[in-house]
């Protein structure tokens, strides 16, 4: 039991970090610092984020309408807890 506790805290972890780290690097709001360019902030979400570089771009187009629903899927239950943040939600479906 005590192993099982430990890789479903350690788990949890992970889950925390990933939401943590998408909802830092990849939606973006147009009050944020985090990338110099406005073009960016202005579209609430990235496309391809690389060590240098980060786009409002997908491998197969630049729709900004491909960059926000590439980060919509997979649809699943934890998605709700990724997505939280109605403002948010209400904000970047105005851009698409």
Same mark, same amino acid.
Do not use: C
């Given at each position: @039991?005590? @192993? /099982?506790?430990? !890789?479903? +805290?350690?788990?949890?972890?992970?889950?925390?970090?990933? !939401? @943590?780290?998408?909802?830092?690097?990849?939606?973006?709001?147009? /009050? +944020?610092? !985090? =990338? +110099?360019?406005?073009? #960016?902030?202005? &579209? =609430?979400?990235?496309?391809?984020?690389?060590?240098?570089?980060?786009?409002?771009?997908?491998?197969?187009?630049? &729709?900004?309408? =491909?960059?926000?629903?590439?980060?919509?899927?997979? !649809?699943?239950?934890?998605?709700?807890?990724?997505?939280?943040?109605?403002? =948010?939600?209400?904000?970047?479906?105005?851009? #698409?």
């Amino acid at each position: @039991q005590q @192993q /099982d506790d430990t !890789i479903i +805290d350690f788990t949890r972890l992970l889950l925390a970090m990933e !939401i @943590q780290g998408v909802q830092t690097y990849w939606h973006v709001n147009k /009050d +944020d610092t !985090i =990338y +110099d360019s406005t073009s #960016i902030t202005k &579209n =609430y979400m990235v496309g391809n984020l690389g060590m240098m570089d980060v786009t409002i771009s997908t491998w197969f187009g630049n &729709n900004p309408l =491909y960059v926000h629903m590439i980060n919509f899927m997979p !649809i699943t239950p934890i998605t709700r807890t990724l997505f939280a943040s109605n403002a =948010y939600i209400q904000q970047e479906f105005k851009t #698409i």
